[in-house]
Antibody
Framework: EVQLVESGGGLVQPGGSLRLSCAASGFTFSDHYMGWVRQAPGKGLEWVGRIRNKVNSYITDYAASVKGRFTISRDDSQNSLYLQMNSLKTEDTAVYYC???????????WGQGTLVTVSS | DIQMTQSPSSLSASVGDRVTITCRASQRISNYLSWYQQKPGKAPKLLIYSASGLQSGVPSRFSGSGSGTDFTLTISSLQPEDFATYYCQQTNSSPLTFGGGTTVEIK
């Protein structure tokens, strides 16, 4: 059974940093592109970014709203995905989901989400 | 970046109704379009991929169509468990943008 479990969310002050983790199991993690999607309270889904697999050189892509502040990485030996968030803003407050891409870049599997609150 | 526009933003319908939701892309995306259902407090669930492919385990009352810039999600006979918010997402190119969502409410 595919499982994605996010952790690391919490309360952080504006300008601060936070690192989210996503532990994957039930599939060959290293084969798949992985992504992060967020959802601000009461709002819609926003794509944050993604990281390709080793075959595709671990290339990353980001939404314009987070580019230069957020970094996605992965550790295939630990079946883990990470989201390093720096220079956080109040508008980054959201539930952050990790998700596994399918062959067509759509997301079949999602984690349960972890809440990040940016507030003073 | 490709912008995705969904309409309507919300609708009210009754059990048994046929419901259609539209998604329009700001540029042509072939059939690289997915649909998700999300219920409050839950992660999204993939319904349709590649515009018309029904994800395994999803009831056949859900169907998708379209190509290019205009796409539709149809629920042929609305069931109580279908009251939720629906999102489209283009998977043609990064950033993989979502539509704004359509909330289906009980009439």
């Amino acid at each position: 059974e595919v499982q994605l479990v996010e952790s690391g969310g919490g309360l952080v002050q504006p300008g601060g940093s936070l690192r989210l983790s996503c532990a994957a199991s039930g599939f060959t993690f290293s084969d798949h592109y992985m992504g992060w999607v967020r959802q601000a309270p009461g709002k819609g889904l926003e794509w944050v970014g993604r990281i390709r697999n080793k075959v595709n050189s671990y290339i990353t892509d980001y939404a314009a709203s987070v580019k230069g502040r957020f970094t996605i990485s992965r550790d295939d030996s630990q079946n883990s995905l990470y989201l390093q968030m720096n220079s956080l803003k109040t508008e980054d407050t959201a539930v952050y989901y990790c998700a596994r891409e399918g062959s067509g870049w759509y997301y079949v599997y999602w984690g349960q989400g972890t809440l990040v609150t940016v507030s003073s | 970046d490709i912008q995705m526009t969904q309409s309507p933003s919300s609708l009210s319908a009754s059990v048994g109704d046929r419901v259609t939701i539209t998604c329009r892309a700001s540029q042509r995306i072939s059939n690289y379009l997915s649909w998700y259902q999300q219920k409050p407090g839950k992660a999204p669930k993939l319904l349709i991929y590649s515009a018309s492919g029904l994800q395994s385990g999803v009831p056949s009352r859900f169907s998708g169509s379209g190509s290019g810039t205009d796409f539709t999600l149809t629920i042929s006979s609305l069931q109580p468990e279908d009251f939720a918010t629906y999102y489209c997402q283009q998977t043609n190119s990064s950033p993989l943008t979502f539509g704004g969502g359509t909330t289906v409410e009980i009439k």
